[in-house]
């Protein structure tokens, strides 16, 4: 497939604690989704301490692509460069001109960075999206025995398959609910969209993507499904762009072992440990709390 559609966004980060970089080390922004690939904004420090702006572009696709941009730097509100660059499957990132130490003052550099990139995308060839599942069509409903409701959308789903991956879809068909024998169950306050993705990860589909792993997290957790919370796992091991942060916190949340074991191993005198504390304390287990405090204590 190839696009010659112009298409415009825009990624802002603000880059904080910039002396407690190493030097010859880069941060990296927030990931975010644009257009069917996964952009972040990143910042390097040189052995003097000057600065370079980056740019990265991933689609985890198998085959080529490329996207061919033109984009504007600003740097604290001002322009810093202008540029082309084409991202492919083997050339990902785009680094600028670096920013030295004695221009700091005219960006307002000091213990932090604003950095804005505007993206226009001129062309891009290989963009494939993922074919999603369809359990509505006449196959579904062929191999269905229930259908769920869920907001104004009907899925034809199977009550074993559904059932040996979840204990709450085993309860609710096998149990002593009032809706254990209908043909027909409303699941209500889930969100349709993400439950498609929750049911694709079931059938074996493999479609997360960082900007519903949160909410398809929670939806696992809520279904007692370990089989759509281990291919979650997997993603956030392997190809997740989301910040160290939020993998931490998801490991502890979400008793995802080999991915704690992960992020503990990437546990230094230089993280910011205010970051691991989750909004609610009960996400962490007491072991959790005492061997995070071992682990902060021990990098003294």
Not at 19 to 38: S, T
Not at 40 to 56: C, E, S
Not at 128 to 136: A, D, G
Not at 206 to 222: C, G, M, W, Y
Request: proline share 1%; hydrophobic share 35%; aromatic share 14%.
């Amino acid at each position: 497939m190839s696009t010659t559609e112009e298409n415009n966004f825009g990624i802002t980060h603000v880059f904080k604690n910039i002396d407690g970089l190493a030097k010859q080390n880069e941060m990296v922004g927030n990931v975010e989704k644009h257009f069917g690939a996964f952009w972040a904004v990143k910042l390097y420090k040189y052995q003097d301490g000057d600065l370079r702006i980056g740019l990265n572009c991933e689609k985890f696709q198998s085959h080529d692509w490329s996207i061919k941009t033109n984009f504007d730097i600003l740097v604290g509100g001002q322009s810093f460069r202008t540029g082309s660059y084409l991202f492919t499957q083997d050339e990902k990132n785009f680094y600028s001109m670096h920013i030295s130490k004695n221009e700091f003052s005219n960006y307002e550099i000091n213990e932090t960075a604003t950095v804005e990139v505007r993206v226009r995308i001129s062309e891009t060839t290989g963009i494939m999206q993922i074919e999603s599942k369809n359990f509505s069509d006449d196959v579904a409903k062929e191999s269905s025995d229930v259908v769920l409701v869920v907001g104004d959308q009907k899925f034809f789903v199977s009550k074993m398959l559904l059932s040996f991956h979840s204990t709450y879809f085993k309860s609710l068909f096998n149990g002593n609910f009032s809706e254990s024998g209908k043909s027909e169950i409303e699941l209500k306050d889930i969100d349709p969209n993400v439950f498609q993705l929750f049911l694709e990860l079931v059938y074996g589909i493999s479609v997360v993507e960082d900007e519903k792993i949160s909410e398809l997290l929670k939806l696992a957790d809520f279904f007692n499904c370990q089989t759509a919370i281990d291919r979650c796992e997997e993603f956030l091991f392997f190809r997740s762009h989301q910040p160290f942060e939020f993998k931490f916190q998801a490991a502890l949340k979400y008793k995802m072992e080999t991915l704690k074991a992960k992020c503990y191993s990437g546990l230094s005198k230089n993280t910011d440990f205010s970051g691991l504390s989750p909004q609610d304390a009960h996400d962490y287990s007491p072991d959790d709390w005492k061997e995070l405090f071992d682990k902060i204590v021990s990098l003294k």
